[in-house]
């Protein structure tokens, strides 16, 4: 009889153990994919591609032991070689090879050429090849970097201790109401996919004061913009215990500045070649809704259109305003009307005509919602009541009302959006791995 006792050290080792000054002159082996090979005559170089970069590799004529003939690109291999000092190569150091062993081979020739350092062509044709493309260095780097942003998160609210919460989604009905879900036949019962954690993020609060969740939400929106997608991927917290909903706003900015750092010392690398210079968070403005409004409205001569909400050009103006007067990507835009945020929004109580809310824009863009939720039962009651709505369509909710709630609050970050604006990428698709939206539901 056999047990398993664990996890066994690999002979094989990666680019961090392996690649270093005490290895030289060491025989090491290394596992990866051929990513290209530049075939000298009696040298070749193959660059083998790992998971935390590539590494250049040297084939010798009558020192490896292998034919250069016999090798193709994206074969996986495993490679035994002897670590020499190179300058010139990627992290410093390259492999002479000795051996050269293959685990598969590809059926047919690449389709687009993932070697080179960028890719020269169409989005569509990008994400219509998603699988090979992603291979390439500069979209592999993308998602690194959008690993690091989701570590940020988790790391940085565990410390602020937080519980990190699993929310369906499958639900009777929609958080945010309105006809912008997908409906769904649940064993001849009427569900929707979830577009948002809202019900049960507030429903855990009063479980375990703070929560938070990375998951995917879904808008059945038949928007085809740069900015929207059909299903993307929601940071949310929720905290209770709360003196006013500036706390919330504070807390998203102590997540950011937490997670700009771990980027520069964790995914530099990555920062090198995408070539991203990090935002300052030090101290990022607040502007009330009507102000920010009537501030662009002024400097650039833009006429106020719509009072209730902000359209996508004021939004760019807004962030314009504060990079301009303050220095700043960054700039949180509070109190918004009552009449355009969720029964369940807070209402400033010297006004509610407006709300404890707030958006976070980066360079022009939303990428966060978020405010002060009412706790109290009757006030709750009555603001549905107000909006002609039936509490009994959610019992199940008002539940946590009923029992006593403490004062909260929290957000929903947009992981896609907050990465496309890192990157200065022009569409949310670039940042999203396989983007859902009306025209794409493959691969």
Known sequence: MEFIKGVREK???????????????????MEGSVHTIRDMGDVAFVILRKS?????????????????????????????????????APHGFELRLRE???????????????????????LETKLSLRPITLRNPMERAKFRIQEGIVRGFRDFLHLKEFTEIRTPKLVARGAEGGSNVFKLDYFNK???????????????????????????????????????????????????????FEEIMEMETGFLQYTFDLLKKEYA?????????????????????????????EKY???????????????????????????????????????????????????DRYTLSFDLLF????????????????????????RGMNPEDISSYLMIFQYGMPPHGGLGIGLERLTMRLLDEANVRETTLFPRDVTRLEP
Request: aromatic share 8%; with cysteine.
């Open 11 to 29: 002979e094989t080792i990666g680019i961090a153990k392996g690649l270093v000054g005490e290895n030289v002159g060491k025989t090491i082996r």
């Open 52 to 88: 935390e970069g590539l590494v250049q590799c040297v084939f010798e004529e009558g020192k490896t032991a292998f034919d250069l003939a016999l090798l193709k690109e994206e074969s996986a291999i495993r490679v035994t070689g002897v670590v020499s000092e190179e300058g010139r």
């Open 100 to 122: 050269i062993e293959v685990l598969s081979q590809p059926a047919e020739v690449l389709p687009i050429a993932i070697s080179k350092w960028k890719l020269n062509t169409s």
């Open 190 to 244: 009427k569900a929707e996919l979830a577009q948002s954690p809202q019900f049960y993020k507030q429903t855990m609060v009063g479980v375990y004061d703070r929560v938070f969740e990375v998951a995917p939400v879904f808008r059945a929106e038949k928007h085809n913009t740069t900015r929207h997608l059909n299903e993307y991927t929601s940071m949310d917290f929720e905290m209770g215990y709360i003196d006013g």
């Open 269 to 297: 690398q990555e920062l090198k070649m995408l070539k991203i210079d990090l935002p300052d968070v030090s101290n990022i403005p607040t502007v009330r809704f009507s102000e920010a409004k009537e501030l662009v409205s």
């Open 301 to 351: 001569d833009r006429k106020i259109k719509n009072p209730y909400d902000l359209e996508p050009e004021e939004e760019v103006l807004i962030g314009r305003y504060f990079k301009e007067e303050c220095g700043s990507d960054f700039v949180f835009v509070t109190h918004y009307p009552s009449k355009k945020r969720p029964f369940y929004a807070m209402d400033d109580p010297t006004d």
């Open 363 to 386: 360079r022009g863009l939303e990428i966060t919602t978020g405010g002060q939720r009412i706790h109290d039962y009757q006030t709750i009651l009555k603001k549905m009541e107000d």
